[in-house]
């Protein structure tokens, strides 16, 4: 049990928690699981946090479980077991990393495990729910960040999977790694690996249990809080269900 420290307003929509775990030194990729007292229990990337000792979740309000998670205050108390799954295979040289939504919190980790140039593409629908790219430069020691909003109302205008189609073309990138929605995540890897670039990607899916055992994240032959939730290019390529469909906390098939 942790008790929540501070909470930060990121966007109308989205907060960042931070609390005082050993969570602090989990590797990039590593996720945990989150019970929200009274609620449900839901699977949580781990946020990087400033301050020493610390641990962060980012979360945006949704369904009942992450809902409640966004409405806590300081001083309110939360269930944390992990971490668990892998991590990514950090290489060095020119790297993309690409985040959408949420899906940032990973790259975010990832950035001060990675060495090398990196180039960060952050995708947004709108200029209002664009966040960390302040923490990012800070936490760059060599690299940039790019915005890119559905909208254009900041940064590039257009869709994330476009603009890192064009960095894919402009920059010989020696590792590419992406998290947020699937279908995203879909194009991503397919341009990298179209290109010949090493890509991994972190899936997400309905987990239950965390370690494999409900079998309610199951993405083809892997179980994704197990075998995952990091899963490089070539292996997702042989994956029917990545970037088509999903199941539902039913266990229910469902295309996107």
Not at 42 to 57: I, N, Q, T
Not at 76 to 83: A, N
Not at 170 to 188: I, R, S
Request: proline share 4%; aromatic share 8%; glycine share 12%.
């Amino acid at each position: 049990m942790v008790m929540i420290e501070d909470v930060i307003e990121e966007t109308p929509t989205v907060r960042t928690l931070t609390f005082q775990s050993g969570l602090s030194s989990v590797l990039p990729g590593q996720f945990a699981m989150v019970w929200v007292p009274g609620i449900s229990e839901l699977p949580m990337s781990v946020m990087v946090s400033e301050k020493k000792g610390r641990a962060a979740f980012t979360v945006r309000r949704h369904g009942p479980a992450s809902t409640g998670l966004y409405n806590l205050n300081p001083g309110d108390v939360i269930g944390v077991r992990g971490p668990y799954g892998n991590s990514f295979d950090v290489r060095s040289g020119r790297l993309l990393l690409v985040g959408g939504g949420t899906g940032l919190v990973p790259m975010m980790r990832l950035i001060t495990f990675a060495r090398g140039h990196i180039t960060l593409l952050i995708g947004a629908k709108t200029k209002d729910e664009v966040f960390f790219e302040s923490l990012a430069k800070r936490l760059l020691d060599e690299g940039t960040v790019v915005v890119s909003t559905d909208d254009g109302s900041y940064g590039e205008h257009g869709m994330v999977t476009d603009t890192a189609d064009r960095l894919l073309d402009a920059e010989n990138f020696d590792a590419v790694y992406v998290c947020g929605p699937e279908l995203m995540m879909y194009k991503v890897v397919e341009s990298a690996r179209s290109r010949g670039v090493f890509v991994q990607a972190s899936l997400e899916r309905m987990m239950k249990c965390g370690v494999g055992i409900c079998g309610s994240c199951c993405s083809g032959e892997d179980l994704v809080c197990r075998d995952g939730t990091v899963f490089d290019g070539d292996h997702l390529a042989s994956n029917a269900e990545f970037g088509r469909t999903y199941r539902d906390k039913a266990g229910v098939l469902r295309e996107y």
